[in-house]
């Protein structure tokens, strides 16, 4: 009878621990992060569309630029603040600036224009964005 007993207390909480992993791993599943974020010292722009992009330009602050040729569908472009440029080659301080504004400019795969921004003044700070993960 004992016996019964334990293994009925170990199923209880094995059933507890396999719903708690459950919850858990959809709660964090269904949060969606922003599609342009700083993540350490890079930044990070997610495509969350369903189409590829092409010829990605991505400004920060209207000075420092990145690009690729393409982001396909669900891809990221990752690339550390330090190595964006302005046109004369002035690269991105780390140290002494902070990122104010994102655009990202782009054409998917039909042809339209793909226009992302963000900025400090009307989105969520990008401080915020890591504090919230």
Do not use: H
């Amino acid at each position: 009878m004992r016996g019964w007993r334990l293994t009925a207390v170990t199923l209880t909480l094995t059933a507890l621990v396999a719903l708690a992993i459950v919850r858990f791993g959809f709660s964090r599943a269904s949060v969606s992060e922003p599609p342009i974020r700083v993540e350490g010292q890079r930044l990070v722009v997610e495509n969350q569309t369903s189409e590829a992009w092409r010829n990605v330009i991505v400004t920060i602050n209207a000075y420092y630029r990145a690009s690729a040729q393409s982001v396909d569908a669900g891809g990221r472009l990752e690339a550390p603040l330090a190595n964006l440029q302005t046109g004369l080659g002035q690269r991105f301080n780390v140290m002494r600036e902070r990122v104010t504004r994102v655009e990202v400019r782009a054409t998917d795969a039909s042809g339209k224009p793909v226009t992302l921004d963000w900025d400090e003044k009307t989105g969520k700070p990008l401080a915020e964005q890591l504090q919230g993960r």
